[in-house]
C-alpha cells in the first residue's frame, strides 16, 4: 500500500520545523501507524524513504528499534500493560496473566477477532498509580485491577462496534498535530 | 513548616491555561529577563542558583550553559529532555500536564540566555496526554507573542516544537536523543564532542530536563538569592519526588532537597501499609543503588548525602520495598529492564545485561550456584565506566547492589533452592 497523497502532504508539512526531512520520520512512522491499524506495513516504507531522501533500510532499522513501532499487525485494540519494578510490585504480572487469560490469547498474540492484542511495556511514567494499562496511544487507564478488566474490555467492544468496524482501524496512534483525542 | 512547592498547582487545580498560569505569575520572569536584563546576567543569576539538573545526573545549569560558543554561532538549539522514562520516575509528567506554560517560560529565558534559535522537546512517545497539552500551550503561547518573531520587542525570533518519540529509554541519554530527534535509531555518541559545541545537526545545543526547565522562571523571577535559601548548600531548590511502590500514598511530593527520605516515606507519603515493616527503598529511579532500611531511614534526600550514602539522588523516585517483596525478584525486573532497553552498541552492556538478567532467573529459581553470586559481581564490575554511555553502568547498579546489600537473600535462594518468599513477595 503506497502512501496516500493525503498522508504525504501531512508529513511534507513537519518538513519546516527541521533543517534536514529525515527528523521527520519517527512523527511519520507515528502517522503511518495511526492511518494503518497500529502498524507500520512494509510496503510503505518505499514511499516515505524516498519522501525523506533516505534509504528503506534507513526506516526499517528505525522501524525494528523502537518498541512502540510494529512490524506486524496489531489489534484494533492493543494492550499494554507496564511489566517495571513499581507496576510489578503493586500487582502488575497478575493483571497481565488475569488479561491473558480473558481474552484467551498470550503476550504477542492477536483474539481471532482482531479486536484486541496484547504486549507487554516497560515504564509508562505512571509509577504513582501503578498498576498501569496503556490502550493503543490513549492516556493511560491508571490502578487498574484485575476485576475491573471485564468492564474496560466491554467499553473497547462497544466503542469498536460504534466505530463499525473489527479489527485495524485507524485509531492507533496520534494524528500528532495536538488535540486529537 | 509545611513548604509550599512552586512548580505545580495545587492539588486538584491545572494551570495549562494561559490565562491561569499569568494569574500566578507566569511569564513575569520571561517579561523580566528580556525587558530588564541582558543575556549574560540571566547566565549570571541561573548559575549564582546554583541549579542543578533535575534529569538524573544533577550537573550545574548554568555551568553548562556556559559551555556554549560566544553568540554568533547559529542556529543554536536547545534540546528539552520529556523522555522520562527512568523507572519509578512520573513527575515531569505532571508538569506537562498542569503546568506547561512553565517550561515554556523556562525555555523562552534559557534561549534569551543564549541566543537560542529554536528549542526541541523530546517527548516519550506513550505520553499523549501531555503531548497535547504541551501543544495547545505552545499555540497559546505563541499566540500571545511569547513565541515567534521579536519576542517582547526583545528582537529575540525563538520557536519550541515538541517532538515525539516512540518508546525507547535510551532516547533520554542526552546523544541518543539527538540521534533520535535527527530520525536515527537512539544510539548515543562518543564524547568528545559535546552537545554544547556540537549537538543537534552537529549545531551547539543546550539539552536540560522538563523539570530543570521549569526552575528557570522562578531563578529569575524572585532570584538566585531566594533559590538558595531553599534546599542545601550543593543541592538547592525544591525537586519533585515521585514516590510509588509499597506505600500507603504513592504520588509526587514537591520539596526541598535536603528532605529526609524518613519523612517522605512515613510522613508525605503516609508509611507502609499496616503490620508492614521496611525492607528496602531506591532513592532515585532503578539506576541508582538501593538502600537497606536502615540506611534509608537515616538520609536526607541531597546529591551529597546519598552520595555519602553509598546511592545516588538520580531523578528523585522513590521506589518502596517492605518485608513481603523478595530482593532477587526486584532484581530480575532491573535486569530485565535494561537488558530490553541497552541499544546494543557497546559490548559489555549488551551482553552484560543480557547475562545478568539470566542470572537472577537462575538465583531466583534456586538453580544457581553460590560461585554465581561472584559471577554476578564480576559482571556488574566489567560493565562499569567501560561503555559510550551510562545505560551499562546503570545496569550494574540496578540490580548489582540488590545483590551487594541483600547477599544473604540472595544465598537463601540458592541454599532452599527457590524463594524464600514465595507465594508472598510480589509477582515479576
Known amino acids: 500500500m503506497p502512501l496516500s497523497e493525503e498522508l504525504k502532504a501531512r508529513i511534507a508539512a513537519e518538513f519546516p520545523k527541521y533543517p534536514e526531512k529525515r527528523a521527520v520520520l519517527l512523527t511519520a512512522l507515528h502517522f503511518i501507524q495511526a492511518e494503518c491499524g497500529g502498524w507500520v506495513p512494509p510496503d510503505t516504507v518505499p514511499d516515505l524513504a524516498t519522501l525523506l531522501g533516505i534509504l528503506p533500510i534507513d526506516v526499517e532499522e528505525v522501524v525494528s528499534f523502537y518498541p512502540m513501532y510494529h512490524s506486524d499487525p496489531v489489534g484494533k485494540w492493543h494492550l499494554q500493560i507496564c511489566t517495571n519494578l513499581p507496576c510489578c510490585v503493586a500487582g502488575a504480572r497478575g493483571l497481565a496473566q488475569a488479561l491473558e487469560e480473558r481474552l484467551d490469547i498470550l503476550s504477542g498474540e492477536i483474539t481471532p477477532d482482531g479486536l484486541f492484542s496484547i504486549g507487554e511495556s516497560e515504564c509508562l511514567g505512571s509509577c504513582g498509580t501503578a498498576p498501569v494499562l496503556q490502550v493503543n496511544n490513549e492516556p493511560f487507564v491508571e490502578n487498574l485491577k484485575p476485576a475491573d478488566l471485564p468492564a474496560l474490555l466491554e467499553r473497547l467492544r462497544a466503542r469498536a462496534a460504534a466505530s463499525g468496524s473489527n479489527g485495524s482501524n485507524g485509531s492507533n496512534g496520534s494524528n500528532g498535530s495536538g488535540g486529537g483525542r | ?428
Open chain 2, 1 to 428: 513548616m509545611a513548604f509550599v512547592g512552586y512548580l505545580l498547582p495545587p492539588e486538584g487545580r491545572n494551570w495549562s491555561a494561559l490565562a491561569d498560569y499569568k494569574a500566578n505569575g507566569g511569564y513575569e520572569g520571561a517579561e523580566k529577563a528580556v525587558r530588564q536584563m541582558k543575556p549574560a546576567d540571566v547566565l549570571t543569576e541561573v548559575k549564582n542558583s546554583g541549579l542543578r539538573g533535575r534529569g538524573g545526573a544533577g550537573f550545574a545549569a548554568g555551568m553548562k550553559w556556559s559551555f556554549l560558543p560566544a553568540d554568533g554561532v547559529h542556529p543554536r538549539y536547545i534540546a528539552c529532555n520529556a523522555d522520562e522514562s527512568e523507572p519509578g520516575t512520573f513527575k515531569d509528567r505532571q508538569i506537562l500536564e498542569r503546568n506547561p506554560h512553565q517550561l515554556i517560560e523556562g525555555l523562552l529565558i534559557a534561549a534569551w540566555a543564549n541566543s537560542i534559535d529554536a528549542a526541541y522537546v523530546y517527548m516519550r512517545g506513550e505520553y499523549r496526554g501531555a503531548f497535547d497539552n504541551l501543544n495547545a500551550a505552545v499555540a497559546e503561547a505563541r499566540a500571545a507573542g511569547y513565541l515567534g518573531r521579536n519576542i517582547l520587542g526583545s528582537g529575540l525570533d525563538f520557536e519550541i516544537y515538541v517532538h515525539r518519540g516512540a518508546g525507547a529509554y535510551i532516547c533520554g541519554e542526552e546523544t541518543g536523543l539527538m540521534e533520535s530527534l535527527e530520525g536515527r535509531k537512539g544510539q548515543p555518541r562518543k564524547r568528545p564532542p559535546f552537545p554544547a559545541i556540537a549537538g543537534l545537526w552537529k549545531r551547539p545545543t543546550v539539552i536540560n530536563n522538563v523539570e530543570t526547565m521549569s526552575h528557570v522562571p522562578h531563578v529569575i523571577r524572585k532570584g538566585a538569592d531566594w533559590f538558595k535559601t531553599i534546599g542545601t548548600e550543593k543541592s538547592t531548590g525544591s525537586t519533585i519526588f515521585g514516590v510509588s511502590g509499597q506505600i500507603m500514598r504513592p504520588g509526587t511530593y514537591e520539596l526541598p532537597f535536603g528532605t529526609p527520605l524518613r519523612e517522605i516515606i512515613h510522613e508525605y507519603a503516609g508509611g507502609l501499609r499496616p503490620g508492614r515493616t521496611l525492607k528496602a527503598v531506591i532513592p532515585g529511579g532503578v539506576s541508582m543503588p538501593v538502600l537497606t532500611a536502615e540506611t534509608a531511614m537515616q538520609v536526607t534526600m541531597d546529591h551529597d548525602t546519598l552520595q555519602k550514602n553509598g546511592s545516588l539522588l538520580g531523578t528523585g523516585a522513590v521506589i518502596v520495598f517492605d518485608d513481603t517483596s523478595c530482593m532477587v525478584r526486584a532484581a530480575i525486573v532491573i535486569a530485565r529492564f535494561f537488558r530490553h532497553e541497552s541499544c546494543g552498541q557497546c559490548t559489555q552492556c549488551r551482553e552484560g545485561t543480557g547475562w545478568l538478567h539470566k542470572l537472577m532467573m537462575q538465583i531466583e529459581a534456586g538453580k544457581a550456584r553460590k560461585s554465581d553470586l561472584d559471577t554476578v559481581d564480576e559482571i556488574t564490575r566489567q560493565m562499569e565506566g567501560k561503555t559510550i554511555c551510562a545505560l551499562s553502568d546503570a545496569a550494574a547498579w540496578g540490580s548489582g547492589w540488590f545483590l551487594r546489600r541483600f547477599r544473604p537473600e540472595f544465598e537463601a535462594h540458592i541454599e532452599r533452592g527457590g524463594c524464600p518468599l514465595a507465594g508472598v513477595s510480589f509477582e515479576v
